[in-house]
């Protein structure tokens, strides 16, 4: 089936996820999506976009002259006081320092013996957090670096969803690293956490968990792994053992089953945020859900309908994607960004690429790309058109004209008008998806925004004021949209910029996100 074959692309895809893997991806041999883009890039290209700001005024339209005259929300340290003059306004290109030549000396080129460095520092990143976590915290869901033990569910607070709503006290990290073992080639090690799995593993737990976490985390890892041991092509080589006996397809039919009472007694089909893996839908659950969690079950759980050969599991996530889909606005084309799952009115009516949408639109392309439904092609393609419309900000063209480089900014669903002067960390994933759709052009200029700012800070902050060029919510958890961006355009165009950006992620992290503290060192996670 060519469904299979294309899964295990999707596999491969999923595992570009790990901040601390990535350069074993981009520097390792071989190992391409076959993109075949003829592209004027180079680096003059880049240098048009990392040219040193001289201190003259910007010509054209920039993102504040066009947001003055509209009304839009800003948070009081956003705000400048009365009287206070506003502070001054330069693009973000001046971040860079240096001239074409320097940027021509330093990013045309990435010597073999500097990728081997990278791929070793890269390898040796991971099997310092797997080989800490197995030590300390396994079977506990992850490691608390600074207590140095491992951490699950806060029991005693089950309203503390930043914690309760992705630790289910199934093992997560050891489930979500199987696949990543393979990558590194360490098959032993795979087999051997597989059979850790299967013997330590249940859900039949009280455990309440956001639907969309254990979706994407616990039920994509399983997945994945079985889809590496069984197929018949070996991407990864031999990797099967004979006793294995579809345990851990088992396993996520397990899970996928616990989650489906969250698609029941919804008036519009779009599922419950959270349940409880041992009783369903908890009484006091809220009927308020994101667009993003709803709308971001379609990968897992098609595979998974067609693995196990019952339909209604890829059947539920696509209802959901079309009862959100229904809901968008008449006149932008626009979706908010939480939505009322009995009534189907929208509680958010925020429109943007970040926190709480992000992955609906990543999910209609790379179901497309996995599926081959035409459908999902056409939500996409026309959510695609309506972000350029009333999303983008900027001069019409990324690398040439008057005005400032794009920006994709917050908006109001149903008037286009800025809600808002921030974007968050999130966004950075909608390059590499202008990659996947081909807009490669438009996925550089984008890139060369978010890796500016990781210049400048050594990390994304959570959110970025982009009028101030300042945060406004400090603290980066280690997300990988970024890397997968870099990751996407490095296979598009083969340039060498981006492994050097690449480098830079792995060194901020090991120099920024590493704690040392008693007992040993490790990174947050």
């Known amino acids: 089936m060519q469904w299979r074959s294309l899964v295990v692309g999707l596999v491969v895809l999923r595992l570009s996820l790990s901040c601390v893997l990535w350069l074993t991806f981009g520097l390792g041999p071989g190992v391409s999506f076959g993109f075949n883009f003829h592209l004027g890039f180079n680096l003059h290209k880049l240098d048009l976009l990392f040219r040193e700001d001289k201190g003259t005024e910007s010509k054209g339209k920039t993102w504040s002259q066009q947001i003055q005259g509209k009304r839009y929300e800003q948070t009081a340290s956003t705000c400048p006081q009365v009287g206070q003059q506003p502070p001054p306004q330069r693009s973000y290109l001046g971040l860079f320092q240096g001239n074409q030549d320097e940027y021509a000396r330093r990013y045309s080129s990435f010597p073999d013996s500097l990728k081997t460095k990278m791929r070793g520092m890269a390898r040796d990143m991971f099997y310092f957090g797997y080989d800490n976590y197995m030590k300390y915290a396994f079977p506990k869901d992850e490691l608390n670096p600074i207590d140095c033990e491992g951490r699950g569910p806060d029991v005693l607070n089950p309203s503390n969803i930043n914690i309760n709503d992705v630790l289910g006290n199934y093992s997560l990290t050891l489930i979500d690293t199987l696949d990543t073992l393979l990558v590194l080639g360490n098959v032993s090690e795979f087999q051997r956490a597989v059979r850790l799995v299967i013997d330590t593993v249940s859900f039949d737990k009280d455990s309440t968990v956001q639907v969309f976490e254990a979706n994407i985390r616990i039920l994509g890892s399983l997945i994945s792994a079985h889809i590496l041991l069984t197929d018949p092509k070996h991407p990864f080589g031999e990797v099967g053992f004979e006793d294995y006996d579809n345990e851990l397809l088992h396993l996520a039919h397990d899970l996928a089953v616990r989650l489906l009472p969250a698609f029941e007694n919804t008036n519009t089909g779009i599922p419950y945020p959270r349940v409880n893996l041992k009783t369903g839908v908890p009484p006091d659950s809220i009927n308020e859900t994101c667009t993003a969690g709803a709308g971001s079950l379609l990968v897992e759980f098609g595979i998974l309908s067609r693995l196990v050969g019952d339909s209604t599991f890829e059947w539920v996530a696509r209802r959901a994607v079309r009862a959100l889909w229904k809901l968008r606005s008449n006149e932008t084309g626009l979706l908010g960004n939480v939505v009322n799952i009995q009534t189907g009115q929208w509680v958010s009516k925020q429109s943007g690429l970040g926190a709480g949408m992000d992955s609906f639109y990543e999910y209609l392309l790379k179901s497309y790309i ?150 040993h060192q490790t990174y947050f996670i």
């Not at 920006?407 to 921030?422: A, D, Q």
């Not at 978010?450 to 970025?464: C, D, S, T, V």
Request: proline share 5%; glycine share 6%.
């Open 370 to 519: 996995l599926f081959g439904e035409k459908e999902d092609y056409r939500m996409f393609q026309s959510a695609y058109e309506s972000i350029q419309i009333h999303m983008r900000r900027g001069r019409e063209s990324c690398n040439e004209g008057e005005g400032d480089p794009p920006l994709y900014v917050n908006v109001n669903m149903f008037s286009g008008e800025i809600m808002n002067t921030w974007i968050d960390s999130l966004q950075a994933f909608f390059p590499g998806l202008q990659v996947l759709n081909g807009d490669v052009d438009n996925a550089i200029c984008l890139h060369a925004f978010y890796y500016a700012i990781w210049k400048r800070f050594g990390a994304l902050p959570e959110r970025y004021n982009w009028q101030l060029q300042a945060p406004d919510v400090l603290f980066y958890p280690l997300r990988p949209e970024m890397v997968e961006s870099t990751y996407l355009l490095y296979q598009a165009t083969k340039n060498p910029f981006y492994l050097h950006v690449g480098m830079d992620i792995l060194q901020s992290l090991e120099t920024n996100a590493k704690h040392k503290y008693s007992c």
